[in-house]
């Protein structure tokens, strides 16, 4: 990166994270501990440059959203761009939204994993439609979610509104600095699955798939399987640095429904604490001894 470039990176950084930033308490301390970055980032290639932008940005408070990536094919700003829409296009047919596995395991047990990412809703639909309509006899439910790192509030919502019964049910509010909500809902869908549900949670389990984890739990509708979740919880937003380095900024407050709070930093807790390899016949043993769905064993963790 040619150093005339880097002042001016540095400052538009500071500038972003000042005013967009969702956890105002520390922002002044992460633009402050971006000064004096400029030799460290002139000498670093791009891809350097996003790693050590990143480990400055994440110091104060660890926040995982909150990060520089570095897009060899071109950076861009808003998700909903035209650059963001090809590649989550091609994530969507490339990883069937999300759907790695669907299948009906024995004594009626339906079994969904997501991986990597849930696809953008209206790239995600027609394969959560299939995924339910594939398990619509089956009278249990685990969602593995151990190797799943993200998705969108939407495409939850569409999700639960498989799982959450014939009316419709609240599940969070996205605040922005401004303090208004944007509430999300569930439709019920025709297709439900109305027995017990596991879900099973890994230390990568992160982001949109944390949400799914934490509504379910919330809601009492489902027991958690595994480990502590990784603690992402703030909707990002995309933000053009240089031809090819993008700003990934937390600019939204998740507020759960039910809890009033979320999962942020301190991820979302095991009903049922097991490594994460061992989850699912934890899981399968604890639906074999337990027909109907157990309680979530307190309040999910305030974040």
Known sequence: MAETDVSPLIAHLQELVRERYILQDHAATIAADLAGSDAEIAALTPEASAAALTRRLQRACNDRHLRVRHRPEGAASDFAGAEHAARHAAEAAGNAGGFRR????????????????L??????????????????????????LREGRGGTPETVALICGHLLGDEPVHLQDIEGLDGRPR??????????????????????????CE?????????????????????????????????????????????NAVTGTNWEQVGVRPDLACPADDALDTAVRSLSRSPAPLPASGAPSAG
């Open 102 to 117: 669907v299948q009906l395991l024995d004594d009626g047990v339906g079994l969904v994993q997501i991986a990597p990412y």
């Open 119 to 144: 696809s953008p809703v209206h790239l995600a639909e027609p394969y959560v439609r299939a995924a339910f309509t594939l398990l619509s006899s089956a009278t249990a439910l685990v969602f593995d």
């Open 183 to 208: 509430q999300f809902w569930t439709t019920p869908a025709a297709t439900r699955i109305e027995g017990p549900i596991r879900v099973l949670t890994s230390r990568v389990t992160f982001s949109g």
């Open 211 to 255: 949400e799914l984890a934490y509504n379910l739990q919330a809601l009492g509708r489902a027991v958690v399987v595994g480990e502590t979740t990784g603690g992402g919880a703030h909707p990002v937003e995309s933000f053009r640095l240089t031809d090819v380095l993008e700003l990934h900024l937390p600019t939204a407050r998740s507020v």
